[in-house]
């Protein structure tokens, strides 16, 4: 077990974060209310609205962005903390063993910043063959795998029944590995490839084993972005609308943003504002992830300002704990960021690494890449002082090191929970299978 230093020896987030002067570390009480707020002339209403955090209070928008603008990094980093002790107090930070299967790279759909796509026959552009994807499949398998992380570009002829003979082969040859597939907005592609309503496309891929949905795509839900960035994408409503069907169909869903790109602060917030009002409707996702954009190499690299810089990325990943606080789940982001900054994120509201990916080609075709073997993740969680823990895609608790699993097993008992949580009856297939 690798327990050396972080790289290029960088301080642990540990001693970071001492340096920054953050209390001890996870298990025991949650940290006392600051007595340093902000300096500067919005410090009083800065420190109001950390007093309602430290009460469990809801902030607004409003208060969302001033916080955004004014708090220092360490009060964010605190806040953010005492959140996540809240709903996690357990002093464990998970992950889940998966990998990234893209079985296509073909897409119309164009967005600036995609490095990952060819349009059809274009040099590069590739489908596949199904003796790859299963080859790919018994390695996550061998390795003791639960998720496969599928995602594709939108190919123009690869409609539902081309993913539903997929997802049904792989459900077949590989029953342990969940199929986490085919985001939003290829969901909306292939309804309009089939001409029906995405509630019908889900029906068929939930009965051929889909088992939960990632909240790629999303990028930021504010339509002035989307309509630089991704034009021809699936817009802001449509994004939430798949998810509510998603969810409505008893399949749980996570959700992202990308962000420093062509946003502006308020931008930021009212895609946070957007997720918790659905958060709230539905509580179907899972968790919640977000990085900065990686501009190197991306097809329309003029119309990005320079990378968001380490710091920019803490402070917007601190503040989406504190906002989204009908989210349990928080996913650092290692792969575009490094294991260092992922580090200090679990002092800054994480509570998840995501998956350990054993492949990776849409980040890493921006030139970005930053995967790590699993026990060199493991050690940089217990160097933060939490227990590396791993899960399913549902959160629940799949670790042979501390005994029976716990929490949902299967997408059937994720949409329970929920149901349960919410108090709600849910319709669709997934609820009924
Ligand atoms: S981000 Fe997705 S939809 Fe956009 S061009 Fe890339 S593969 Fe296509």
Request: net charge negative; proline share 4%; with cysteine.
């Given at each position: 077990m690798d327990s050396s230093?972080?790289?290029?020896?960088?301080?642990?987030?540990?001693?970071?974060l001492g340096v920054l002067g953050a209390e001890p570390l996870v298990g025991g009480h949650p940290p006392q209310r600051a007595s340093h707020a902000s300096s500067g002339p919005r410090a009083a209403e800065v420190a109001r609205i950390a007093a309602k955090v430290e009460d469990g209070l809801r902030i607004t928008p409003a208060e969302?962005?001033?916080?955004?603008?004014?708090?220092?990094?360490?009060?964010?980093?605190?806040?953010?903390?005492?959140?996540?002790?809240?709903?996690?107090?357990?002093?464990?930070v998970t992950y889940i063993v998966d990998r990234n299967l893209n079985p296509t790279?073909?897409?119309?759909?164009?967005?600036?910043?995609?490095?990952?796509?060819?349009?059809?026959?274009?040099?590069?552009?590739?489908?596949?063959?199904?003796?790859?994807?299963?080859?790919r499949m018994q390695e996550l398998a061998d390795l003791g795998g639960r998720q496969v992380l599928m995602q594709g570009g939108h190919h123009p002829r690869l409609k539902t029944a081309w993913w539903a003979e997929l997802c049904a082969d792989l459900r077949t040859r590989f029953p342990l590995v969940n199929l986490h597939a085919l985001s939003a907005p290829e969901?909306?592609?292939?309804?309009?490839?089939?001409?029906?309503?995405?509630?019908?496309?889900?029906?068929?891929?939930?009965?051929?084993?889909?088992?939960?949905?990632?909240?790629?795509?999303?990028?930021?839900l504010v339509e002035r972005v989307r309509k630089i960035i991704a034009p021809k994408k699936t817009t802001t409503d449509r994004?939430?609308?798949?998810?509510?069907?998603?969810?409505?169909?008893?399949?749980?869903?996570s959700a992202t943003m990308?962000?420093?790109?062509?946003?502006?602060?308020?931008?930021?917030?009212?895609h946070?504002?957007?997720?918790?009002?659905?958060?709230?409707?539905?509580?179907?996702?899972?968790?919640?992830?977000?990085?900065?954009?990686?501009?190197?190499?991306?097809p329309q690299q003029e119309l990005y300002p320079r990378k968001a810089t380490p710091g920019t990325y803490l402070r917007v990943q601190a503040l989406a704990r504190i906002y989204l606080d009908n989210i349990a789940n928080m996913q650092?982001?290692?792969?575009?960021?490094?294991?260092?900054?992922?580090?200090?994120?679990?002092?800054m509201g994480c509570n998840d690494f995501g998956g350990t990916m054993l492949e990776e080609n849409v980040v890493s075709a921006a030139g970005c890449f930053n995967l790590a073997p699993i026990e060199k993740l493991e050690a940089q969680i217990r160097r933060a002082g939490f227990v590396p823990t791993r899960r399913n895609s549902w959160y629940g608790i799949v670790d042979e090191r501390l005994g029976a699993p716990s929490g949902p097993a299967c997408r059937e008992e994720a949409a329970t929970h929920r149901a349960a949580r919410l108090g709600k009856a849910l319709v669709g297939a997934g609820a009924e299978a």
């Open positions: 230093p972080i790289e290029d020896g960088a301080p642990s987030a540990a001693h970071a969302g962005l001033l916080l955004h603008d004014h708090a220092d990094l360490l009060l964010l980093a605190r806040l953010a903390d005492l959140v996540r002790i809240r709903l996690h107090p357990e002093g464990r790279n073909v897409c119309i759909t164009d967005c600036g910043f995609c490095a990952f796509y060819r349009r059809p026959g274009e040099e590069g552009a590739y489908v596949l063959e199904r003796e790859e994807i299963h080859r969901l909306d592609h292939l309804a309009k490839l089939d001409k029906r309503p995405v509630e019908e496309v889900l029906k068929d891929l939930v009965a051929a084993g889909l088992g939960s949905v990632p909240g790629a795509g999303a990028e930021m994004w939430l609308a798949v998810h509510r069907a998603v969810h409505e169909a008893g399949l749980r869903s990308m962000f420093g790109h062509v946003e502006t602060h308020a931008e930021r917030i009212e946070f504002e957007r997720l918790r009002a659905l958060q709230d409707e539905t509580g179907g996702f899972t968790a919640f992830a977000c990085w900065t954009m990686q501009p190197e190499g991306v650092t982001s290692y792969v575009t960021q490094g294991l260092k900054s992922a580090q200090l994120t679990l002092r």
